[in-house]
């Protein structure tokens, strides 16, 4: 469920844990402003570092985390803080916002369902004054949506600063968590139907693993509304207030999310107690109709033992009417139990009748 690169204990602060299967880093550079946008791959990192400063906004999307040097060199050229580095790199990281001194840090967590497992890949945004740096493990496409209306001019976006961008791109990754949750619940409404009706084994253990599920989205859910939460109400120079208006819609969303997710945990914990008392009542009625049946043959053993033994001096014995009154007997003590069961509603009857008065 969770596995952290560290690096080796004791190392000192901003030592980096490159994931071992990331790519090498390609470095996609947007830059933009009211006037056009222009996209193109840097296929040197030291082009970072002759990028004019004309008002433009620089967008520089990092995918891959495969190159040390690469990366330190990134670090080198924006300024950024060795743990700021840390973070970017180190995956995952808790999802927060955290402020330095020429930057606002932000790490994001995107849940993605993969082969019916939640996978939560990391990005880490470091806004500056006119720069807005994004560190992806490797290319997921993420960003594409945001990326066209770049090109097409949408929006306030070209107008705006790399705050409103990592804006932007924050409220793509929240959007992402809607169809993962929505999918899940509507699987445990179908669930319960089942359940209710005629519980399965194999329901049981999809019950389980959408649990599991929901409890990895639940983890990361809550750090990604505090960390959008601190966006919106910490001071920050690197945030304008008219962003702060646009990050309380998606503080919003997010909160909406994680309330759907505490629903639905609370929903499946209800559907696997449903299924353990279905099973469970479905064990005591074949018992009670084992039970039942053993009650009803016992007196007619009883009588049948009785008859059974070899007694020379046994009146009945000598009699030609002794064999079917004796099964008469027996037929009339079995006939007797059972009409005394149901009378007092051991034996279908009042539950029947209850059944169907809940139905009408």
Known sequence: MFHKENPPIGSRPGTLAIPPDSPPPEIHLVTYSAQGASTRQVSDVEELAKLPRDGSTTWVDVRGLGDERVLRRIAEIFGLHPIALEDAVNVPQRAKSELYENQQV????????????????????????????????????????????????????????????????VDTLVDRYFPIAEDLAHELEDLEDRVVEDPDPEDLARIHKIRRQLTVIRRIGWPQREAIRAMMRDPSPFVRDDVRLFLRDTEDHMAQIVELVDSCREMAVGLMDIYLSNVSHKTNEVMKVLTLMASIFIPLTFIAGIYGMNFEYMPELQSPRAYPLVIAIMISVAVGMVLFFRRRGWLGGRRSRARDEVKR
């Open 106 to 169: 932000v790490v994001a967590r995107i849940p993605m369902l993969e082969d019916d497992r939640v996978q939560v890949p990391q990005v880490c945004f470091v806004i500056g004054p006119d720069y807005l740096l994004t560190f992806q493990e490797r290319y997921f496409r993420f960003f594409e949506p945001v990326r066209e209306r770049i090109r097409a001019g949408i929006g306030p976006i070209r107008t705006s600063g790399p705050d409103y961008l990592a804006y932007a791109l």
